[in-house]
């Protein structure tokens, strides 16, 4: 099964006993179904990935070269 990368919307903790916990915008990588899951929940939407260049343009403008 894929990974897929998800950004969360919101904090968030997974309810069953010792589950994980999940700060709002942070982006995880989890298998496809899981990824669904917590879509379907409405606390995660799929993380948008820019494309190498830009995010180097972008780190050069802000000094991080």
């Not at 899981?34 to 830009?54: L, Q, Y």
């Amino acid at each position: 099964m894929s990974e897929v990368k998800i950004r969360f919307l919101a904090d968030y903790q997974v309810k069953a006993a010792g589950g994980e916990r999940y700060k709002a915008d942070q982006v995880k990588s989890l298998p496809e179904a899981s990824a669904r899951h917590f879509i379907s929940r409405g606390v995660a939407e799929m993380a948008k990935t820019e494309p190498a260049a830009k995010k180097a343009a972008a780190k050069k403008v802000e000094g991080k070269d």
